[in-house]
């Protein structure tokens, strides 16, 4: 794809901006010497230890502790970060030249994820900067719905007045209902054309929202005679491939339908199943040497998004060596302060360290993909031109011929056929055919191409699959960011995801796609090797979490110690780690302009999770590998906040952002702990009480000053949680997990006293 540079102005359409980390890993360097220091101490004062199982199990869990530390020390040590020069692009190619983009767009459910996001995604996609004729705009709908169907159709009738609009007046936001706020009026000096235009587009947009409600507040009466009869009586887990061509028109991208066949019999691996029969079908139908994905949540926020990505595209270097291009998920409208901690703004540093490394982890939306690294070709690969073997293209892409025929092009390397491009729907049977359920059977999609099946943490797994293969990535963040989206805004949404995450990440270490056998086998980078144990061990790291959480507890009730006394010189060990901890996460955040509420909301929810969502999922993993248990891609719920103030269900405003609860057992190891500190504590004062005022000093010491501070640290981790206790409905932990949690609770004091008694 890279083409010569007509222009004798050579300024780069790419740059890589190295930015200065002399402080931060200073810093990190000291945190990590006292880390050392600690354990180093714990060894040399193992023998003198009366109850050494504390101390021993405090070993174990810092030892672990300091390699995670090691290991985020190593993907952040040097960073940097992509800028794009889009107007530089325009100067140089030509739009004849630019490659035509497949987009995909992916939905499960039209209840969790309400049409009308879906619909904003579509069309503020249809409406980006670029030659229409290049882009063909695929949505997967795996609910199988005739309401998505109907929404898609009726979208696509607007889009034809909202496209034209937005480039004719240039507009910036093309996500109608992000444009269409209560309070946005075009200005007075804008010309009375535009005005009027802004009028008519808001009556459509308001038309088109309201055919939506109307369709989704009532069944859906598919007419026999009608685009809808092939929805009758259809079972969303067991039906046939439904694809139709609502738009090959010239004036607008093309715009395809696609619910893939699904039966019971057949797995249909979620997202990545979805994904792959998308790639297939557009394989078949206009065969795009690039795809760009995009979840239903998520919407273009800046119209130039395709030009930032064709600057890093075009760039002759990453020809060779980028297998894919990735934009940032931001979010619009998140909750103040990240109460739950899933907007991922303390990963800045991260990912700036990855840039520095082979590149940005693949994070499922936003993604640019070249359609020949998905199909598995290697950066050094490129003689697979010319007489590719029939029965390889077979084994690899399946039996459809046209499919093979597309993918030997692309193999290739040379430029797509144009024929296909201007009507797909002569090419509805042969789509029809690579959406079916057994299609994958006996050949290499899920394995070796397309995206990767055996973890719900798709993305990841994917794009270890493509770095693996010794391609590089690259991260971008035009202004204004490329795309927003919506973040869970409940805490049982945001569980949901954080479950699924954890889970996934974790079975990515069972596959064949092993970070470290990458390395060795293949062509993973050992320092990306790193940052990939790193994400996926999340899970793991919830076992020496809830064995240190529970330390400080146990000590205070059994009079034992698992940090040096208040009075020992080496007290100062575990108090500099805190406290360098604490200021430079502090530091850190207040560089990125986050606020001293969500630092503290992300410190604390870093402790919860760790504790509920992790610990669930490593057990679920156990589960999993014994057989007992399988995973699932549980989609979260998706809520629609129109800006009329009207919102929908009970969200009222105070409310928004409070912990909601309901049976299930992930937050019960998080409440568990909760109620042995509250003993320890109780335990502790009580202790004190009893003692002299004169004393009391001394028997701070005995019960331990550092134990006593963990005790209380984690209480206010848990704070939520406590509040939890004595509320009622949603707000209140159910009374059953409540009483669960207790007797766990109390076995453990049980169990601490007698492991105190001498036996
Ligand atoms: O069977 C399924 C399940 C999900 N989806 C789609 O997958 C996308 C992501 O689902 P969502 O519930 O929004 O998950 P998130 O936790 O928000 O997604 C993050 O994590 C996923 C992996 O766990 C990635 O696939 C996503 O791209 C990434 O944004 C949505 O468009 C869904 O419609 C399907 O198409 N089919
Ligand atoms: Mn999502």
Redesign the pocket.
């Given at each position: 794809m890279a083409i010569n540079i007509q222009d004798s102005n050579c300024l780069p359409l790419q740059e890589k901006i190295v930015h200065s980390n002399k402080m931060a890993r200073a810093i990190e360097l000291i945190i990590l010497s006292f880390l050392i220091s600690m354990l180093v101490y714990r060894v040399i004062l193992f023998k003198d230890q009366n109850n050494s199982f504390p101390w021993l199990l405090a070993l174990v869990c810092e030892s672990w502790f300091t390699f995670t530390w090691i290991l985020s020390m190593c993907i952040k040590w040097n960073q940097c970060s992509f800028q794009t020069y889009p107007d530089r692009l325009l100067k140089r190619v030509n739009e004849i030249d630019f490659p035509a983009v497949d987009i995909f767009?992916?939905?499960?459910?039209p209840i969790?994820?309400p049409s009308i996001i879906?619909m904003n995604t579509v069309l503020s996609l249809l409406a980006v900067d670029y030659p229409l004729d290049k882009l063909a705009l695929y949505l997967?709908?795996?609910?199988c719905s005739p309401l998505t169907f109907y929404s898609i159709v009726e979208t696509t009738k607007f889009a034809k007045l909202w496209v034209p609009f937005c480039k004719k007046y240039n507009i910036q936001l093309r996500a109608p209902f992000r444009y269409f706020t209560s309070t946005s009026t075009p200005l007075e000096n804008d010309s009375l054309e535009f005005q009027h235009e802004w009028k008519k587009m808001k009556n459509e947009y308001g038309n088109l929202y309201k055919k939506i409600e109307l369709a989704a507040q009532r069944p859906f009466t598919c007419d026999c005679n009608s685009d809808f009869a092939v929805f009758r009586d259809v079972d969303r887990s067991n039906h046939p491939a439904i694809i139709k061509v609502i738009s090959e028109t010239k004036d607008l991208p093309h715009v395809i339908y696609i619910s893939r066949e699904k039966n019971p019999k057949h797995h249909?691996?979620?997202?990545?199943?979805?994904?792959n029969a998308l790639t297939r079908v557009s394989g078949v139908m206009t065969n795009a040497p690039l795809m760009l994905?995009?979840?239903?949540?998520?919407y273009a926020n800046n119209p130039q998004v395709f030009l930032h990505a064709m600057c890093m595209v075009f760039d002759y270097k990453n020809d060779q060596e980028c297998g894919f291009f990735q934009f940032p998920?931001a979010f619009y409208d998140g909750l103040k302060d990240d109460p739950f901690g899933n907007q991922l703004a303390n990963y800045y540093y991260i990912i700036n360290g990855l840039a520095a490394l082979q590149g940005i982890f693949y994070?499922?939306?936003n993604c640019f993909h070249r359609r020949k690294v998905i199909y598995g070709l290697s950066p050094n690969d490129k003689t697979k031109s010319g007489n590719i073997r029939n029965e390889d293209l077979h084994k690899v892409f399946g039996k459809s011929f046209e499919l093979r025929e597309s993918a030997a092009q692309i193999l290739s390397g040379s430029n797509t056929n144009i024929e296909n491009r201007t009507n797909p729907s002569s090419l509805i049977e042969a789509a029809i055919d690579v959406a079916g359920c057994s299609y994958e059977y006996g050949t290499h999609w899920g394995k070796k191409v397309g995206w990767l099946y055996g973890s719900?943490?798709?993305?990841?797994l994917t794009g270890l699959g493509i770095h693996g293969r010794g391609w590089k990535s690259i991260i971008t963040s035009p202004d204004p960011l490329a795309f927003l989206?919506c973040?869970?805004s409940t805490y049982q949404s945001s569980l949901?995801?954080q479950k699924?995450?954890a889970i996934?990440l974790l079975e990515i270490l069972f596959t064949d796609k092993n970070p470290f056998l990458l390395t060795i086998k293949g062509n993973l980078w050992f320092r990306q090797a790193l940052a990939y144990c790193w994400i996926c061990l999340w899970g793991v790291r919830s076992i020496p979490e809830i064995c240190y959480a529970s330390l400080p507890a146990y000590c205070i009730i059994t009079g034992s110690r698992f940090l040096p006394k208040g009075n020992e010189q080496a007290f100062i060990i575990p108090v500099g780690i805190f406290v360098i901890y604490n200021v430079y996460i502090l530091w850190e955040s207040k560089r990125l302009g986050v606020s001293l509420r969500m630092w503290w909301n992300l410190q604390r929810m870093g402790r919860v999770t760790a504790l509920t969502t992790w610990l669930f999922a490593i057990l679920n993993m156990m589960l999993k590998l014994m057989g007992l248990s399988k995973s699932i891609?549980?989609?979260?719920?998706?809520e629609y906040k129109s800006n009329d103030g009207d919102d929908v269900g009970d969200n009222d405003d105070k409310n928004v952002g409070r912990f909601t609860y309901d049976k299930s057992l992930v937050i019960m190891p998080g409440v568990v702990i909760l109620l042995v500190n509250i003993t320890a504590l109780v335990n502790g004062v009580l202790r004190l009480l009893k003692v002299e005022y004169n004393k009391i000093w001394m028997e701070v010491l005995t019960l331990g000053l550092g134990e006593m501070f963990c005790s209380m640290w984690l209480l206010l981790c848990f704070w939520e949680f406590l509040k939890g206790l004595f509320r009622n409905g949603k707000y209140g932990i159910p009374s059953s997990t409540i009483w669960k949690s207790g007797i766990l609770a109390l076995f453990f004091v049980h169990l601490c006293r007698r492991s105190s008694q001498p036996f």
């Open positions: 767009v992916t939905t499960a459910d969790l994820e879906t997967s709908d795996d609910g249909h691996h979620y997202k990545a199943g979805a994904m994905n995009v979840d239903c949540d998520m998920q994070m499922g939306s719900s943490a798709e993305d990841i989206g973040a869970p949901t995801q699924r995450w996934g891609f549980e989609v979260t719920q998706k």
